[in-house]
């Protein structure tokens, strides 16, 4: 059987197929070619330009807050800050933002007087004091190691020791106050300098076990892992305290970020667990939350808010889901963050002019926000309604219309479907004039814990990684009440093992009954 010959008009229309095949693969390379030179753009402002996405009018100059920190930050003519002193029942205010405060600080006063000798003028006659001039200098006293001797006295009564009937004790000890760490050279100062040193300065203990031994104190770090496991003893009852206050209120603000955990049953080495955070909002005590998990299972927080009946503030992530008498509150940060990108990964704001004008509908709302700081929560609830609400309208529009003028797999694309796909979320902060409109609070609290991960890499064991999120709650949770971790943590350590009558909450760091001293002082 002979082939049926083409025809002239069948050849040309496979031809013609062809080329619209060609032409729209092509256009499909090219579209996947700018979305990925954007990307390029976008991982490049990421790594070199500014982290915020606040918009500005000036533009500043790549690498130089990285890099030359001390270079750019220096002012060889500046001024030295003057010192004022102010009438204690006056407020002192702050001049500038850039300022040294040295009230409530000890002073030791060093005189300059004239020598006897020389009290006596060339004229013959007794010179007299006719005013002073007083300079001051700040004195830094690096850390110093000394060692407290006890010595408990033991008493005994030779006659009883002889004659008595053995009803009164013949031997007697002096009192002697419970010690926190019994067995161990610890006090709790010492224990507490390790745990503000780690915790919220980010200093690792292998860096701590050489900073000791510079100053002639040979201590491992193990024994200064010892200590940390020792204390939470004391910390946890702490922390199960303040969990059961966060429970009852009705705003609670999360966030989770991830973890290396060494020898995790069931898991590879290098595998990713995960520190959970949730916090309180502005109103109520300061309580911020860590808790470890070994995985981003949703149903973590739902174990963990069990009884939490209220507001729930996160990002979109979906394991916040399904938890029940919940109404989660998106954050217009990650919505705003978007549009941000898209103007970064285009590389000038006059290249995106749909995301510009996205950005400017989120800036408007944050505007918004900024100008009902400090309005009460019933009257900023109310001026949401006649403010926010009519820009929140607008931008539903103007999103529903964006989506079919740009493209999906654009990042324009994907900051407007993540508006849309959260869109209920992102509204409720209508709600309820006490909720924010972002989850920044949780990203704030949990930022010490992600700068001091780069510095100690991993934890070794899931029972250290449970005593890293206890012991950075303890000290996220004082520094958010105004306290000083170091004199907290030595005022805990030294008090909880002799507490006999005092209630648990009057160590709690928004307790009125903490001593001044573990206060920062009011500026």
């Given amino acids: ?64 807050d990285v890099f030359n920190e001390a270079e750019s930050n220096a002012e060889p003519f500046a001024p030295e800050p003057e010192l004022i002193t102010v009438p204690a029942h006056q407020r002192a205010k702050r001049k500038k933002k850039k300022g040294v405060s040295l009230e409530g600080l000890p ?16 004229c013959g006659h007794e010179r007299h004091i006719i005013g002073q001039e007083v300079t001051k200098e700040l004195v830094v006293v690096p850390a110093q190691f000394s060692v407290t001797k006890h010595v408990q006295y033991v008493y005994a009564c030779r006659h009883c020791e002889n004659h008595g009937d053995g009803t009164a004790p013949v031997v007697v000890k002096a009192p002697k106050p419970n010690r926190a760490f019994p067995g161990s050279i610890a006090s709790p100062s010492a224990v507490a300098h390790v745990i503000e040193e780690k915790y919220v300065m980010a200093v690792p203990l292998y860096r701590q076990e050489k900073q000791w031994e510079r100053r002639g104190v040979k201590v491992s770090r193990q024994n200064m892992a010892n200590w940390i496991m020792a204390a939470q003893h004391w910390l946890q009852p702490i922390y199960d305290r303040m969990k059961q206050v966060l429970l009852s209120q009705d705003i609670i603000f999360a966030d989770e970020t991830t973890l290396q955990v060494l020898q995790e049953d069931g898991k590879k080495a290098e595998s990713q667990s995960y ?33 939490f009946k209220g507001y729930l503030v996160t990002d979109a992530y979906g394991g916040y889901n399904g938890i029940p008498d919940v109404t989660r509150v998106g954050c217009w940060a990650h919505a705003r963050r978007g549009f941000d990108e898209a103007i970064k990964a285009a590389g000038k704001r006059s290249k995106a002019p749909q995301a510009a004008e996205g950005l400017k509908f989120c800036n408007d709302l944050f505007d918004i926000e900024n100008a009902l700081e400090d309005v009460d929560p019933k009257e900023r609830y109310a001026r949401r309604l006649l403010r926010s609400k009519p820009v929140l309208d607008a931008f539903l529009a103007w999103l529903e219309k964006t989506r079919e003028e740009c493209a999906k797999q654009s990042h324009l694309g994907k900051a407007v479907e993540y508006c849309l796909n959260h869109w209920k979320e992102l509204n409720n902060f209508l709600l309820d004039g006490r909720l924010e409109l972002s989850n920044n609070r949780s990203e704030r609290s949990i930022k010490p814990f992600v700068i001091g991960r780069k510095n100690f890499l991993f934890c070794i064991t899931p029972r250290g990684a449970k005593a890293s999120a206890t012991t950075y709650s303890i000290v996220e949770s004082a520094k958010e009440n105004g ?41």
């Avoid at 002073?107 to 060339?122: D, F, K």
């Avoid at 005022?491 to 920062?520: G, M, Q, V």
Wanted: charged share 30%.
């Fill in 483 to 523: 306290l000083k971790p170091f004199e907290y943590l030595t005022y805990l350590f030294t008090e909880l093992p002799n507490a006999t009558t005092k209630a648990l909450d009057e160590f709690l760091p928004w307790s009125e009954s903490l001593p001044d001293n573990c206060r920062i002082p009011s500026k």
């Fill in 107 to 122: 002073e030791t006063v060093v005189e300059y007087r004239l020598p006897e000798e020389e009290l006596t003028c060339s």
């Fill in 275 to 307: 520190m959970w955070l949730y916090r309180s909002g502005r109103y109520g005590p300061g309580i911020v939350l860590f808790e470890y998990q070994p995985t981003r299972s949703g149903e973590h927080p739902k174990e963990f808010l069990k009884g």
């Fill in 1 to 64: 059987m002979e082939d049926t010959p083409k025809t002239q008009d069948s050849t040309e229309y496979s031809w013609q197929e062809r080329a619209l095949k060609a032409e729209a693969e092509l256009a499909k390379a090219l579209q996947k070619l700018e979305y990925l030179e954007a990307q390029l753009r976008l991982l490049t402002a990421k790594r070199f330009g500014r982290s915020s996405e606040k918009t500005s009018k000036d533009q500043l100059q790549l690498f130089e």
